[in-house]
């Protein structure tokens, strides 16, 4: 094949005589005809090894034949990100006894099927510059699943929970009821301003130092003795810490950036 296309002048200056070349002597063939040869010799080689009568090692091919069909040349489209993909059926686990830093310059999510649980053995936090949603669609079914709860709770073993709004209002909705309860102390509802519990069309109004009841009926108060003394007054003190600028964490965006990382 060689030798009759060279005999029709296809051929490039840099290619050797083949004129009256054999089949062993690849260096005198062109390289579609070394191609052809080495993916024959490849077939055989797959054949062999499908009817269990191949040996070790006869897959190999040889440089010259790996040369000819540019194998390990291209590309692949898909691989052209820049992309980490860990994927196992058993599962994935990334362990450090040190400090484990996860950061992204734009977008980290983390998708389950099920579960994602974070645990810490000391201080957990978390922090965001512009905002922070909570939402659950509180309908789990699954009955196998060993915490079948639905909706949102949020539990202290120990010591106190604290909600802040430090600039703007706090709002508190339900379709349902609302329950404020305290097992061994106090409740204390507090404001420099007003205070208003509305309820059916009546209402109880502290403001200004007055206390006000209203309602579309009638108005009663049942005790087994009442006591009208002098006038008297109550306060209540509730500040909030100024709001600070988040920074993130120097060591930890240092060592980012010192190893090219997102910061």
Partial sequence: MAESAQAHHAKLASE?????????????QLPAERGHHATLKSLAAVAE???GQAEAGSQEAEPSE????????????????P???LAAPGGVASVTPAHHLISAGATSTWVAGQDLQHLAQGHHSSAAKDGIVLYTY???TNTAKPNTETGMALHAASGSVQTQTQSGATHLAADANVSV????AQISVG?????LLAAGGAAITIQGGKISLTGPGSIELKAGMKNFTGPGSASAS?????????KGCAQALQQSAAQGGAV
């Fill in 16 to 28: 050797p005589e083949v004129k009256g070349a054999t089949a062993e002597q690849t260096d005198k």
């Fill in 49 to 51: 090894m499908g009817s």
């Fill in 66 to 81: 790996a040369q000819a069909i540019q194998g390990g040349e291209g590309s692949v489209p898909a691989w052209e990100r």
């Fill in 83 to 85: 992309d980490l993909i």
């Fill in 138 to 140: 509180g309908k789990a």
């Fill in 181 to 184: 309860t305290s097992t061994s």
């Fill in 191 to 195: 404001s420099p301003q007003k205070v």
């Fill in 238 to 246: 509730v500040s909030l810490s100024k709001p600070g600028e988040l």
